[in-house]
């Protein structure tokens, strides 16, 4: 598949999650379907709330299968890709993803907590997000504000939402998606804008960025499959439309320009 063609079918698969996870925004609410991890993901939004951070989203009601939460204003989702371009917008998501990592550690999580990704066992264990990409940062200006959708919550290392942005903000990604996709007007210098991601974010082992991208993306594809294997949408549609091919083509790319990526 062309590169070309993998953007015209990641577009068809991004509609159907749209169609297939409605969301309303009125009145200063969002109103969305439960997931099933939606009562977890609300206690912790509570604690994070009680630790005096607004960044995430306050819940209002979870009803069955439709969760309501107050709104954070700024942009996000497709208009979110213009506010990171800059160093600073892309050293304010790291320092915001880091304040929230902090932030966790004290959480406890409920009994009977659900989660839709994998736990993974950690020394220096926090609450991942699990989808930390642009889309779901709330953003003023070149700020990052806000970080929303948090339905892959997860208890994990920090290096697993850090090498998932790293792959979206930088991005770790072909040419034609850094300038079709991600709307830079030209292509990135990529290590220098891993050096800023990971400076803003701060008090780091050293790590291997490739092999740690390279692994979350495994971890993704493993993911993807095994929800849809479980019949859950969007996921289903996904993998019908070949969406782990394509995340397979970038788990390649990836290794294939390693010089490329890591920092000096």
């Not at 930088?170 to 290590?191: K, N, S």
Request: charged share 25%.
């Amino acid at each position: 598949m062309s590169n070309a063609d993998a953007f015209e079918a990641a577009a068809r698969a991004e509609a159907a999650n749209t169609e297939a996870r409605p969301v309303v925004i009125a009145d200063g609410l969002v109103t969305r379907p439960a997931g099933t991890a939606a009562a977890t993901v609300q206690h912790f939004l509570r604690f994070l709330r009680s630790q005096g951070l607004d960044c995430v989203a306050e819940p209002v009601s979870l009803d069955g299968e439709v969760e309501t939460l107050r709104y954070i204003p700024g942009a996000s989702g497709g208009e979110a890709w213009y506010h990171q371009h800059t160093d600073e917008g892309l050293a304010s998501a790291a320092r915001l993803l880091r304040k929230i990592h902090d932030a966790s550690q004290a959480w406890i999580p409920p009994y009977d907590a659900v989660w839709t990704a994998r736990p993974i066992a950690a020394d220096d264990l926090v609450y991942c997000h699990g989808d930390p990409g642009p889309w779901n940062f709330v953003w003023d200006d070149s700020t990052a504000i806000g970080l929303i959708d948090w339905d892959y919550l997860h208890p994990g290392p920090r290096i697993d939402d850090i090498a998932y942005a790293l792959h979206w903000f930088v991005p770790l990604r072909c040419d034609e998606f850094a300038l079709q996709w991600h709307h830079f007007p030209e292509v990135p210098d990529r290590r220098h804008r891993v050096a800023v991601f990971l400076e803003a974010y701060g008090d780091l082992p050293a790590f291997d960025v490739v092999d740690a991208v390279i692994a979350r993306l495994e971890a993704v594809c493993d993911l993807v499959n095994e929800l849809a294997e479980s019949g859950q949408e969007p996921q289903r549609t996904w993998v019908l439309d070949g969406a782990l091919d394509r995340e397979r083509e970038e788990i390649e790319w990836v290794r294939e320009h390693r010089d490329l990526l890591s920092p000096r």
